[in-house]
């Protein structure tokens, strides 16, 4: 029983690092053909000028290692959207009051947040578009906690947990 209170407090620690994503592509692909990647000259990533050099650094590191090269003339080019939202909360406490007599009844019930939630979330979506058909064919969304004033070492590892997940099913069975 001394464990419980720790297990709680690792899971919730655990819980606020998760970094979820979705995942969407074209079935008819045969992601055999690509082989070299550069990214859209007019990205705008919604992140700041240090997060975006440690996203590109992070993600062509990734690219690279499953076999994909940096290219003036590449087959598949990367577009990257992010956007930052704050958590919504999902503890709320409920408060009711109801009543009955016979066959009638009533009730009121309303739910009360238990904490403010400051946090913040990211949201980052990598496109990747065929370069000769100008088609998308693969897409992710991740979504991560994010702290605005983590340090520079704290934001990397975040990036690279994002871009780990995402491109874990890149290119899809």
Do not use: H
Request: glycine share 8%.
């Amino acid at each position: 029983m001394k464990f419980v209170p720790f297990l709680f407090v690792l899971l919730l620690f655990v819980g606020c690092s998760v970094v979820q994503v979705n995942y969407d592509y074209s079935k008819r692909t045969d992601f055999s053909n690509y082989a070299t990647y550069n990214y859209f000259l007019d990205m705008e990533t919604g992140l700041t000028e240090l997060d975006e050099r440690r996203l590109l650094r992070v993600l062509d590191s990734t690219l690279q290692s499953k076999g994909l090269l940096l290219s003036e003339e590449p087959d598949i080019l990367v577009n990257i959207i992010s956007e930052e939202f704050p958590d919504v909360p999902q503890n709320t406490l409920g408060v009711g009051i109801g009543g009955a007599s016979g066959n009638a009844g009533g009730g009121i019930s309303m739910g009360i947040p238990v904490s403010s939630s400051s946090r913040l979330r990211r949201m980052i979506q990598f496109d990747l578009v065929d370069s000769q058909k100008n088609a998308l064919f693969w897409q992710a969304i991740s979504e991560s906690g994010f702290k605005p004033k983590s340090t520079p070492l704290e934001r990397e590892e975040l990036l690279r947990k994002v871009v780990g997940k995402v491109f874990s099913k890149y290119p899809p069975e």
